[in-house]
């Protein structure tokens, strides 16, 4: 399986590497000696279990509020959230891109606070390099397996759960899409619980 099919779905997936072999390759990602390891303080614990999803999600050494209420405008984006130093590392997504993809997707302040730290931590971890092919499969196969025992008959639902949140955020910044291949964190178990359990913990989430 294709990495992108777990996030995206096999209609949606992104163009094959034939497809894009006669395109140039993206710059790698440089990342800067300066850049700030801490975590976001805009991610901070939540310490009421009953706001939480059935299952507390912690990532990026937090565990996000998941009822908290959307943001209602790019300008509500919190700036401890980093956004300039996010756009730099991925090369790809203009900081304007990535605001309103996170009022698009309805994620709230601390878990796109968390997705952000996730993301700054992936591009470190790699030294700025994009996953290689074999990569990219193994762990689709890998998180389609831990999804799979985690969520059992609920699969398919939060899946599609954790799909149509991140393309709310595709629809606003499209070079997420390929941003989440290339570091990851597209086929990070972790990631994807965090999109599912916002989507249905959401304040108007349907039942």
Known sequence: MDAAQILYGATSAPPSAEATASQPAPAAASVPASVDESPVPGARLVRDASLLYDDPIEIAGSTPRLD?????????VPADLNLGEYAQLIQHAEVAQVRDAI?????????????????RMAI???GGSAMTAAEAQAASKACESELRRAWG???DTNLAKAR???QKAVAKAPALRQFMVDSGLGSDPKVLKLLAARAA????AAK
Do not use: C, I, N
Request: glycine share 6%.
């Open 68 to 76: 908290e209420p959307d943001l209602s405008s790019a300008a509500e």
């Open 103 to 119: 009022v698009a997707a309805e994620l709230g302040a601390s878990t796109s606070a968390a997705l952000m730290d996730a993301a």
């Open 124 to 126: 470190r971890q790699r």
């Open 153 to 155: 008959e609920k699969y």
């Open 164 to 166: 149509e949140t991140f």
């Open 201 to 204: 913990k959401r304040p108007g």
